[in-house]
């Protein structure tokens, strides 16, 4: 079978890591090729050159209201009929059985109007996240976000990365039920990530996050703990390493400096040697307020980094016992910054975690995800 992944580009931290292993990986049953709807400069990992890659210059509206979900979901040649066309003239180039969609749902009607044209291709989408919460679906905007969802989701097979993100997908009815719907937990290449064998520290603690760096994911919450770690616990040298894109990364800088902490604070940007720059920090920070299964948190488990995370349902899902990481209370910066303490302060801890966080991974998280998907593939064809 011929399978085309299609990301928005390769800048979504998770989400490219997963899309990054797939194309790494052989399997006799796939040809698999990139397709990245935008043409701009984003790191392409270390993808074998062998893997066709498709970069088009799609630029979307930067809108992400209702109202604009809204006029996406129900009027989609509108939007993207010309991105959609030259998606067309891949297919009739390619003739894949299979586009894989990996990214944000207001992007699924690329897919929908391929499929309009071409009835016999498969639209597969893995949705990353848990898309409404509980609280919000009980608002009047959490209804009506429900429906358009069901408008982005019905022409696609869909794999979810968790039992939370699928359960919540089925009970609010976004997916198609004529369709093939699976949970399929994400997995990495373990083999690539060197475990941390020295635990003490050296210098000032270095306390690394990697994430998109967006509303739901909790990097403003850091900046709180970091006045905390000093005011509170009395730990004046200390660092935290950012490393993703966003959106909302000038408002995080504009209010770390307006806290006085921009001597506590690294921004990387987006890297693609995540793997290689792990083990060589102290510890690792998960403070976010939604995820689907969070493939950045495995990978620093794989890395065998101590780590402390919010106990979120999803985080919870991966963080299965105790001692593989230390969780507090979702937006509690004072618990959260109590926890960061106790890793500073304690060698052995450090030592226990991350070595349980590894053991983890190794047991759960490591056979090979394209494995899995094949065996979805098959039943959508």
Known sequence: MKIAHVVYDMQMGGVSNIVSNLLK????????????????????????????????????IQEYSLQAFTKFAFFPQKYYGKIASQVEEI????????????????????????????????????DHMLRISRQEHKKLSGKLLARIYRKFYKD?????????????????????????????????DISRFRQKSDFSISGRPTIVYVSRISAVKGHFLLVKVALLLKK??????????????????????????????????????????????????DMGVFPSEREGLPVALIEKMAAGLPIVASDI???????????????????????????LSRLINDKNLRETTGIAARKAVENRYSTPLLEKYIEFYKQTL
Do not use: W
């Open 232 to 281: 509170k616990h009395n730990i004046n040298d200390f660092e935290f390493v950012l490393i993703g894109p966003g959106e909302l990364t000038e408002d995080l800088e504009k209010e770390i400096a307006n806290q006085s902490m921009s001597g506590h604070f690294n921004l990387l940007g987006p890297r693609n040697d995540i793997a290689e720059l792990l083990p060589g920090y």
């Open 91 to 126: 297919y009739e180039k390619e003739r894949f059985d299979i586009y894989h969609y990996h990214g944000l749902p207001q992007d699924m009607p690329v897919g929908s109007l391929l499929k309009k044209k071409h009835p016999q291709v498969k639209l597969v989408y893995t």
């Open 25 to 60: 990986t052989a399997n006799p049953a796939a040809e698999q090729m990139l397709i990245r709807l935008t043409d701009r400069e984003d790191p392409l990992f270390d993808i074998p050159a062998t893997v066709k890659k498709y970069s088009l210059g799609y630029r979307p």
């Open 313 to 339: 349902p999803e985080i919870k899902n991966v963080i299965k016992n105790a001692g593989e990481a230390l969780l507090f209370p979702l937006n509690d910066a004072e618990a959260c910054a109590e926890q």
């Open 156 to 188: 696609y097979n869909c794999i979810f990365v968790s039992d939370q993100s699928y359960g919540t997908a089925k009970k609010y009815r976004f997916v198609n039920e004529s369709k093939h719907n699976a949970a399929i937990e994400n997995s990495i």
